[in-house]
């Protein structure tokens, strides 16, 4: 079972790129919300970096913040990320500013001692297999200061969840001109929920020795060739709603896998239940439909085409649930040796999104609650299964169908689910329950517009 969780060979893979002048450093390997805008290159100088180092939480339960209500006061855990001596080089051009170092997350692993008697739980930290980057930028007053991305966790095991450790900054003292190193070693304490801990970290980014002198990085552009359009007229419905949530909730019951999987993280002959909310959230979005006619139509026309389904349902785009969205999780578990744990837990900023996606008769759409990101969204204080485990590898949470009527009814209320079993090495159970959404129709415009094709 150990060689499941054995640690990779001791290299972190480093490879960061700095100007010749001031601090423009950038990476070969961006992190992801680097990845998801990407602007033509300039011509850079090119500077190798190696690294070496680890960076350490370490956690346990603190009765003074409230670790005997949790029933966490007895658990002990410790989050390794990367290997003491490991190192890599390269080189690449990215924007000035920022120093954007890839490391390999891949052998990261948890281990955590629950205090009931039973064995140690050892998983990989959330995010660990889609590899990560330490980010050094300037923050107020200038000084550096290192980011890990994208921000680990304690897994399934009990410990700190993502928003605990994603804002943990290491400071950095940066030497050296035109080749410059960066010094991230550092000790600081941490309060995560009922656990208190410390962040070690002995990492150090260094210029490399030149490999055949310095280079450039140049992108080019190739305007492609218009597509040929041409002017028609379009029919067409635009339905706007404003949707609230209402009582109602995704629950999950869970309990250990058999053997010998389960051995591995401590989960044989656990049991517990998951119940997901959107306390409070409203967001507005918009339903288009449409097609190409000869002459135009008024309104009521219009209207009428659209609920014999005669007009193409263009459902629009994503609806994001940014900063005004908490989720709450709330969780019971239950272990051997009569350990038991409950808590909840708030977040916000998750990149939910809310999408409108045309049924494939044509004759409505499905509003899709999705989670494009990996957050581990149902994970709490307390061990259990991770979003992979309950929702599989799809980002989709839960859903629900609404015909051409109910798009064009004032105003009812909705449920988005996703109900069945799910099973996996580790953690088994079924998904049951339902979201409830108000929907609220606010605005209509029909008729004729003009438009090209």
């Known amino acids: 079972m150990m060689g499941r969780f054995a640690r990779l060979p001791a290299k972190l893979r480093v490879i960061a790129v700095a100007a010749a002048a001031g601090f423009g450093v950038a990476s070969v390997a961006p992190s992801r919300a680097a990845a998801a805008s990407v602007a033509p290159a300039r011509a850079a100088a090119e500077q190798s970096f190696v690294t070496n180092g680890s960076v350490t939480y370490t956690w346990q339960g603190d009765p003074a913040r409230g670790c005997a209500a949790l029933g966490l006061c007895g658990v002990q855990g410790q989050l390794t990320l990367g290997s003491q001596g490991g190192f890599s080089s390269g080189s690449g051009g990215a924007p000035r500013g920022t120093v954007d170092v890839p490391i390999d997350t891949s052998g990261s692993i948890v281990r955590v001692a629950d205090g009931a008697g039973a064995g140690d739980c050892l998983d990989r930290p959330g995010n660990a297999e889609a590899g990560g980057n330490v980010l050094i930028t300037r923050a107020g007053g200038g000084r550096l200061v290192g980011q890990i991305q994208a921000p680990l966790s304690s897994g399934r095991c009990a410990g700190p969840r993502q928003q605990d450790l994603a804002g943990m900054l290491l400071p950095v003292r940066r ?136 007009l193409h349902v263009d459902a629009g785009g994503f609806v994001p649930f940014l900063g005004s969205a908490t989720v709450r999780v709330a969780e019971t578990f239950a272990g051997p040796g009569g350990w038991r744990c409950q808590t909840a837990s708030s977040t916000r900023l998750r990149p939910f999104v809310l999408s409108a996606v045309p049924l494939r008769s044509g004759r409505g759409v499905s509003l899709v609650l999705g989670d494009p990101i990996d957050s581990d969204l149902l994970r709490t204080y307390c061990p259990g299964p991770s979003d992979t485990d309950v929702f599989g590898n799809a980002p989709e949470l839960a859903r629900t169908s609404i015909g051409l009527a109910g798009l064009l009814a004032r105003h009812g209320v909705i449920s988005l689910s996703r109900p069945g079993r799910f099973g996996g090495a580790v953690y088994v159970g079924a998904r049951s329950g339902g979201l409830g959404f108000s929907l609220t129709l606010e605005h209509v415009r029909a008729g004729t517009v003009k438009g090209t094709r």
């Open 175 to 310: 030497t050296g001109g035109k080749r410059p190193s960066f010094d991230l070693r550092t000790s600081r304490s941490f309060a995560a929920g009922p656990f208190t801990g410390t962040l070690v970290s002995t990492l150090v980014v260094r210029s490399a020795p030149s490999a055949g002198g310095s280079g450039s990085v140049t992108s080019s552009s190739f305007p492609g060739q218009p597509m040929p359009s041409h002017k028609v007229l379009l029919e067409r419905v635009m339905l706007r709603y404003r949707i609230a949530t209402a009582p109602g909730a995704l629950d999950v019951g869970f309990s250990g896998a058999s053997d010998p999987f389960c051995a591995a993280l401590d989960a044989c002959g656990t049991s517990g239940t998951l119940a997901l909310t959107l306390p409070g959230l409203q967001r507005t979005f918009e339903v288009q439909a449409e097609r190409v006619v000869s002459g135009r139509v008024d309104a009521r026309q219009a209207l009428a085409d659209f609920r014999r389904g005669r």
